[in-house]
């Protein structure tokens, strides 16, 4: 019971009871405890043409037989930038933030012009892009690798 500065009494809510900040999970277990590493560059620059291969094999292999339709870029748009994504976290650039967009338009053979903006060290961040094309639709995957410091 808490006492607040009138004299009343009062309970403490849920979240002010909190356990020893090392407890993690199960009641007297202690959980890892890391430590500042201080790396302000990273061991090497986030790398494109790999990236770029990858981008362009997922494209490839889910859109490869498709047809256009809305409904089908809208969904599948969410689940290759999520393909790419993991796919990239997966080859071992843990200390990047990895962005990813994917656009699918359909191909009618018209001019299509896209672009985009993004602020970063152009030392240590950088990006990717594939794109895939086939006679019912085109489409632009986009990876940015940004250095979590």
């Not at 959980?31 to 043409?49: H, I, M, R, W």
């Amino acid at each position: 019971m808490l006492k607040t500065k009138h004299g009343a009494q009062s309970h403490p809510s849920a979240s002010t009871q909190r356990s020893h900040p090392h407890e993690y999970g199960q009641p007297g277990k202690q959980g890892v405890q890391y430590e500042n590493t201080y790396k302000l560059e990273p061991d090497a620059t986030f790398p494109s043409a790999p990236i770029r291969k990858i981008i362009n094999e997922i494209l490839q292999d889910n859109l490869e037989n498709k047809e256009y339709s809305a409904e089908l870029a809208t969904q599948k748009c969410k689940e290759l930038a999520d393909m790419i994504k993991q796919r990239v976290k997966s080859e071992g650039y843990r200390r990047h933030k990895l962005v990813s967009l994917v656009t699918i338009v359909e191909n009618k053979n018209a001019a299509l012009s896209m672009g985009s903006r993004c602020v970063w060290n152009d030392k240590f961040d950088n990006y990717a892009d594939g794109t895939f094309k086939n006679n019912s639709l085109y489409a632009v995957g986009c990876l940015y690798g940004l250095y979590a410091e």
